[in-house]
């Protein structure tokens, strides 16, 4: 697997979703287990996409403020 920069949040977002196939795909853990860690990721998941558009509409606000200086 190649190694990635993580340094924005698409790129935690890529990362867990590429984690979470791989665990759907593992067949010999504990099912319960298994499901608690796909939670867990997916909790990340969503915290990434969060603070994604988060940081996309502070950048879309301060250009806008700067624009009307």
């Not at 920069?5 to 319960?32: A, F, G, S, V, W």
């Not at 909790?43 to 502070?58: P, S, W």
Request: charged share 40%; glycine share 2%; proline share 3%.
């Amino acid at each position: 697997m190649k190694d990635r920069r993580i340094y924005k949040p698409q790129h935690i977002r890529t990362l867990m979703q590429e984690q979470i196939n791989i665990l759907r795909r593992k067949d010999e853990l504990d099912p319960i287990d298994k499901v608690r860690a796909i939670a867990y990721l997916s909790n990340v998941a969503l915290t990434a996409i969060k603070e994604g558009e988060f940081d996309e509409r502070l950048k879309a606000l301060e250009k806008q403020l700067e624009a009307d200086e």
